[in-house]
Structures are given as C-alpha cells and as structure tokens.
C-alpha cells in the first residue's frame, strides 16, 4: 500500500521525532534555496528534504535515539 506523503512524515515523527526535525530543517534550507535560484515548485522541495530520510523508519528505534549519558 502506497501511504501518502503526510502520513510517511506522521509515521517518521511518531518513530524518531529528532530525525523529523531534522528533516523539515533539511526541507526549509531546500526551499530557500529553490527560492534563491528561482524555481517555481518550492513546496515541492520542501516535501523532498522532509522525506528525504524516510529510509530511517526500517532502522530500530534503539539505534537511532542516543540516551544522554
């Protein structure tokens, strides 16, 4: 089943919310930059950095959240 794009990003926040942040930081600097060199579909860009670390939802939880010491 293909989800859509809201419910990948929901699915990655609900799994690792520091990578999630990550992502809409990585989706917001491709946005500007599209905005920077001209290009029309900067929502689009945006969406590309945001899943752009999808792959990390078949990584264990354990793994990707570091515990401070």
């Known amino acids: 089943m293909i989800e859509t794009t809201q419910e990948l990003i929901c699915n990655l926040y609900k799994h690792c919310k520091v990578t999630t942040c990550h992502s809409f930081r990585v989706g917001n600097d491709l946005r500007g930059f599209g905005r920077y060199l001209g290009i029309e579909n900067q929502e689009f860009l945006f969406i590309l950095g945001a899943l752009h670390d999808?792959?990390?939802?078949?990584?264990?939880?354990?793994?990707?959240?570091?515990?401070?010491?």
Not at 54 to 69: A, F, N, R, V
Request: a positive charge.
């Open 54 to 69: 999808i792959g990390k939802l078949e990584i264990p939880q354990q793994l990707l959240i570091k515990k401070k010491d």
